[in-house]
């Protein structure tokens, strides 16, 4: 992740405010049918909320109902765009689940949120937040956030005995979940009109902590052309090549640190880098590498099966295509990328040629590329084992306390 | 603060068994579809089982067996996560009760020892959950059936929850539930049947968070 410390997000002045964003887990496919990393139901409970809010409201000129990520187009600068809500929005909803509190993702939106609330100075910070019980948490996992989650349902067991995502699904449940949408509903238009915070700077989301356990670590390596930007992409046919339209200039392309925005919201620790800065690493970190098709102009598809012939299974890679039926020559080389690679790995090579496509196959992708590496990849023991077993012999111990290596 | 029993993301959290389907003059369904409800099956319990216990990337939640019967041999894979799983998920119908392989999955899983967690919820007593999936002919259970809780269809497609009825060896299943079974309903319903899926994989967290059983190892 490429971190600049103390950035905030642009506020423009002339943008409105929201009246609320939806903040929630994305889960990585748990089967190999399944593609996408958003559950449906967050999409349908999102319209629900925004039209009961959109009921009740009486909002300013240009005051928008409601946020959430699945609004923002495929391939933007995802951290910007939600740091931008954020700074916005009146009322922060979360959808609280196991993954919600096992990611660091989510737990850094609600972080930007409460910090933008300090900032702001905002006179009663609570009442801005407003939790959501998303899945059913067992009595002993109830943490007294989980607990005020739990309010909002007050009267209505099923709440707390199913979730809101169960009430949401289930059509026998279909009152409560009217219910509880028509409290939270009123909720977020009394504090957004009774107590506007007004758009105000928000932190970015890299610059903020979140769960304090580690995410297991996740490579997304670019290889391009060494010339950068500035080489071929622009004179392919058509002019903008849809990979590098902006950001120009920047070493690492969009779509490099988008892959690796999706990686990180699926809850992994994701690096960001050129291939030649992070092809030690691949021994002992699953990965995807996005390979440039004109890297076949640049260095030969020899060097793109040879390459890959040597790197393990879980290093998946990911050939970019020009526009779609271009017959210009981005596609061409990307043809040739893709029969390179498909000889060095002997599985079929993902190849996608637009954003939309990219984000839909991600997230399986990534899966993938995790889920060989827990299968096949290297074992390591605990960091904790340090000091070697203690033995029967004193001077055995004494021998052992002086030497302590990891195995 | 999640709970994760042993830790290993490779573990699966359930083990769906199934009979695969023979082409019969009598069924609706051809085999080809019949493997496809179940594998709809598997997606969406996969997905919701998921949700509920917060599974990591790379973590799938289920395993299904889908090497074809008749091997003589178990994949080493399959012999793995009948050893490993935390829930057994049979799906019920005269095709599962007389094949000699599901009876071999049910049977590697029925042996492994269960260790009771200390709660305060009866769950079931052993961490098989079977759902009728077909109108069965025999009213009975297959072996090894003792203490296990059969899912009622009642508890799948209605409003409020009736907890599983538990079984002895032996025993008829009760007949509304001989009625239609899962996929008649999944069948009946069509979309809507997906929100009845969510039952099943809440009833399958509760043996999960209440007891662990033992693993064993291939050998």
Redesign the interface.
């Known amino acids: 992740m490429n971190s600049t410390s103390g950035r905030t997000a642009e506020v423009q002045r002339t943008r409105h405010g929201v009246y609320f964003f939806l903040s929630y887990a994305h889960s990585a496919p748990t089967s190999e049918r399944v593609r996408s990393d958003a559950d449906p139901s967050v999409g349908v409970f999102f319209a629900d909320l925004a039209a009961a809010v959109a009921a009740r409201a009486r909002p300013l000129e240009g005051m928008e109902i409601g946020f959430f990520d699945q609004q923002i187009p495929p391939g933007a600068n995802m951290k910007a765009l939600l740091s931008e809500a954020l700074g916005s929005a009146e009322v922060f909803v979360p959808l609280y689940s196991p993954g919600y509190f096992a990611k660091s993702w989510p737990m850094r939106e609600q972080e930007v949120f409460r910090r933008r609330l300090r900032a702001a100075s905002a006179v009663a910070p609570d009442e801005h937040i407003v939790p959501i019980l998303w899945t059913p948490f067992p009595s002993w996992e109830q943490t007294p956030i989980v607990v005020r989650a739990l309010s909002i349902g007050a009267g209505i067991s099923e709440y707390g005995e199913n979730g809101l995502r169960a009430l949401c699904m289930l059509a026998s449940y279909r009152r409560s979940y009217q219910l509880i949408l028509s409290r939270l509903a009123d909720e977020i238009v009394k504090v957004a009109e009774r107590s506007p915070l007004g758009p105000s700077a928000a932190p970015y989301l890299d610059d903020v902590p979140g769960s304090a356990a580690a995410e297991a670590g996740f490579l997304v390596a670019m290889l391009a052309p060494r010339h950068g930007v500035s080489h071929a992409p622009q004179a392919v046919k058509g002019g903008e090549n849809p990979w590098w339209r902006t950001y120009a200039g920047r070493r690492i392309p969009p779509v490099a640190e988008h892959a690796g925005s999706v990686a990180e919201r699926l809850g992994l620790e994701a690096r960001v880098a050129d291939f030649v800065e992070v092809e030690e690493l691949f021994g002992q970190s699953p990965a995807i590498v996005i390979v440039d098709p004109w890297m076949v102009a640049d260095r030969g598809s020899e060097f793109l099966t040879s390459t890959f012939a040597g790197l393990p299974k879980w290093v998946v890679p990911l050939v970019l295509d020009g526009q779609p039926g271009d017959p210009g020559s981005g596609s061409a080389m990307a043809e040739n990328a893709v029969e390179a690679l498909d000889s060095a790995l002997q599985v079929p090579v993902n190849r996608v040629n637009s954003m939309d496509q990219l984000d839909e196959i991600l997230p399986t992708v990534v899966a993938r590329a995790r889920r060989t590496y827990l299968r096949e990849g290297p074992v390591f023991p605990p960091v904790g084992l340090s000091k070697r077993p203690g033995r029967l012999r004193d001077e055995d111990l004494r021998n052992a306390e002086g030497s302590e290596t990891d195995e | 603060?999640?709970?994760k029993g042993d830790g290993n993301?490779?573990v699966p959290i359930f083990f769906l068994s199934y009979a695969q389907a023979r082409l019969s003059r009598t069924s609706q369904t051809s085999p080809r579809d019949a493997e496809l409800h179940v594998?709809r099956l598997?997606?969406d319990l996969?997905?919701y089982?998921?949700?509920?216990?917060?599974?990591?990337?790379?973590?799938?939640?289920?395993f299904m067996d889908r090497s074809m019967e008749g091997e003589t041999r178990w994949a080493p894979e399959v012999l793995a996560a009948a050893g490993t799983c935390h829930v057994f998920i049979p799906l019920i119908s005269s095709g599962y009760v007389k094949s000699k392989w599901c009876a071999m999955e049910w049977d590697a899983f029925w042996r492994r020892n269960v260790i009771r967690r200390p709660s305060d919820s009866s769950g079931s007593q052993t961490a098989i959950l079977a759902v009728i999936w077909l109108p069965m002919l025999e009213d009975r259970m297959p072996p090894g059936g003792a203490g296990t809780a059969i899912l009622p269809a009642a508890a799948i497609e209605?409003?409020g929850h009736r907890s599983a009825l538990p079984l002895r060896r032996g025993v008829r299943a009760p007949r509304a539930e001989r009625r239609g079974g899962l996929l008649g309903l999944i069948l009946a319903l069509g979309p809507?049947a997906?929100?009845?899926l969510?039952r099943v994989p809440?009833r399958a967290e509760d043996p999960y968070?209440h007891s662990a059983t033992a693993r064993v190892l291939p050998g």
């Open positions: 603060m999640v709970f993301p490779l594998l598997f997606d996969s997905s089982v998921g949700e509920l216990l917060g599974s990591a990337v790379g973590e799938y939640p289920g209605g409003p809507s997906r929100g009845c969510l809440c968070r």
